[in-house]
Each structure stands twice: as structure tokens, then as C-alpha cells.
């Protein structure tokens, strides 16, 4: 069982940044973020392949998130800039044992999730 460790959140004024970490216990060949608001559903951010770095964004992201890992492909990175209040929720990183690529937005692609971390953005 692959366990995940996010951290990195908090609160933040508008146009501010912060920069999110998932450390997982042995690398995965797809890893993402995903975020849910409250009353609302889970999407996703972005998410990497591992092994190729291919990248994809959520249209509402890009240009401002950028999704990155360690050398050790044991740690995710997603460095967020420009932050709205929109971007507010619970962040949640997720795995995959498999290294499609494009690397997959929907959450079904994923087999493990870490226990995610709040991010507030204060107008």
C-alpha cells in the first residue's frame, strides 16, 4: 500500500502563492492534485507522468500551477501562484501504478490518495 503526505497548506490573501508537497513512500509512474471546495465535487489539477515529466493542467490553472517531483520521484511539488479565491479547498494528492501518457485527469485513474490539505484564499 503506497501511503501519501501532503503538505504545505494554509491561508493566503489573493495573488499570493503557496507551494504544496506529497511525499509518497515509493514512487508511482502517475501522481496528481486534485481539490474539492465545499459543495462541490473533486477535480482535478494537474498531473504528472513521473518517468516522461509530461504535464497537464485544468484549464482554470494553467499558466499560474505548476506541477513538478523530486529527483528521487518520491516527492510532488505543486507551486501555486497568482492564487483566487476559487482555488480555495482541500488539496489531495493521488498515485497511479500506471504511466499513461497524457497522464489522466479523472480521479477513477487513480489507486491511492493522500489525506489532503486545506488551502485558503482570502479576497
Known amino acids: 500500500q503506497v501511503q501519501l503526505v501532503e503538505t504545505g497548506g494554509g491561508s493566503v490573501q489573493a495573488g499570493g502563492s503557496l507551494n504544496l508537497s506529497c511525499t509518497a513512500s515509493?514512487?508511482?509512474?502517475?501522481m496528481a492534485w486534485f481539490r474539492q471546495a465545499p459543495g462541490k465535487e473533486r477535480e482535478a489539477v494537474a498531473a504528472?507522468?513521473?518517468?516522461?515529466?509530461?504535464?497537464r493542467y485544468a484549464d482554470s490553472v494553467s499558466g499560474r500551477f505548476s506541477i513538478s517531483t523530486d529527483n528521487a520521484l518520491t516527492t510532488l511539488y505543486l507551486q501555486m501562484n497568482t492564487l483566487k479565491p476559487e482555488d480555495s479547498g482541500i488539496y489531495y494528492c493521488?498515485?497511479?501504478?500506471?504511466?499513461?501518457?497524457?497522464?489522466?485527469?479523472?480521479?477513477?485513474?487513480?489507486?491511492?490518495w493522500g489525506q489532503g490539505t486545506q488551502v485558503t484564499v482570502s479576497s
Open positions: 493521488a498515485a497511479r501504478t500506471r504511466g499513461n501518457y497524457p497522464p489522466p485527469l479523472s480521479q477513477n485513474d487513480y489507486n491511492y
Open positions: 515509493e514512487p508511482q509512474p502517475g
Open positions: 504528472l507522468n513521473t518517468y516522461s515529466q509530461g504535464r
